[in-house]
Nanobody
Framework: QVQLVESGGGLVQAGGSLRLSCAAS????????MAWYRQAPGNQREMVAR???????NYADSVKGRFTISRDHVKNTVYLQMNSLKPEDTAVYYC??????????WGQGTQVTVSS
């Protein structure tokens, strides 16, 4: 059974930082792509950051230079370090994993709220 458990969300003032964590189980972590998505009220879910098995990353333009995704193959955990947060970063953040054969899974989401 695949489980993705996010943590680290909360309320922070603009300009502040948060680090999200996503602990994965039930997958072969080393071969799966890991990603963070977010969804704000009234908006579609959007990709924030993605990290593939060799460590290469890509980011949404809106977070480049502020967010950093990383993965720990020992802890089977992916992180999202978020700095210089803005009110427009307010959303529910979801962890996502995709197997090379295409199976995708989602976490339950964690709320991030940035006050101005």
């Amino acid at each position: 059974q695949v489980q993705l458990v996010e943590s680290g969300g909360g309320l922070v003032q603009a300009g502040g930082s948060l680090r999200l964590s996503c602990a994965a189980s039930g997958i072969i972590f080393s071969i799966n792509t890991m990603a963070w998505y977010r969804q704000a009220p009234g908006n579609q879910r959007e990709m924030v950051a993605r990290i593939i098995t060799d460590g290469r990353t890509n980011y949404a333009d809106s977070v480049k230079g502020r967010f950093t995704i990383s993965r720990d193959h020992v802890k089977n955990t992916v992180y999202l370090q978020m700095n210089s947060l803005k009110p427009e970063d307010t959303a529910v953040y979801y962890c996502n994993t995709v197997h090379p054969l295409g199976m995708a899974y989602w976490g339950q989401g964690t709320q991030v709220t940035v006050s101005s």
